[in-house]
């Protein structure tokens, strides 16, 4: 089995910072994509920004230029720096990865529990 952890969600002004983590543990061989993702009340959980095994990284039109994805492979850890937050940021983010465990050919994908973002004044 493979658990996901978040930390660093919070409330923060307009125009502030905040930085997610996501660490893995458990049965893990390998992890290929990892990524974040945005549900805000009333919508649909849609894709913020994703990273592969390699560093290629993937992100949201609505967060280019304000949002940096990175992994650390050796600690299997993903982080999202957000700066210049929005209101329109307020959402549960959560983190996503596609784990291989030692005695499997192909991954899974599993989900952390979520984070609460709040953008507000």
């Known amino acids: 089995q493979v658990q996901l952890v978040e930390s660093g969600g919070g409330l923060v002004q307009p125009g502030g910072s905040l930085r997610l983590s996501c660490a893995a543990s458990?049965?893990?061989?390998?992890?290929?994509?990892m990524g974040w993702y945005r549900q805000a009340p009333g919508k649909e959980r849609e894709s913020v920004a994703t990273?592969?095994?390699?560093?290629?990284?993937n992100y949201a039109d609505s967060v280019k230029g304000r949002f940096t994805i990175s992994r650390d492979n050796a600690k299997n850890t993903v982080y999202l720096q957000m700066n210049s937050l929005k209101p329109e940021d307020t959402a549960v983010y959560y983190c996503?990865?596609?784990?291989?465990?030692?005695?499997?050919?192909?991954?899974?994908?599993?989900w952390g529990q979520g984070t609460q973002v709040t953008v507000s004044s």
């Open positions: 990273i592969t095994s390699g560093g290629h990284t």
């Open positions: 458990g049965s893990i061989s390998s992890i290929n994509a």
């Open positions: 996503n990865a596609d784990v291989r465990a030692p005695w499997a050919i192909s991954g899974v994908d599993y």
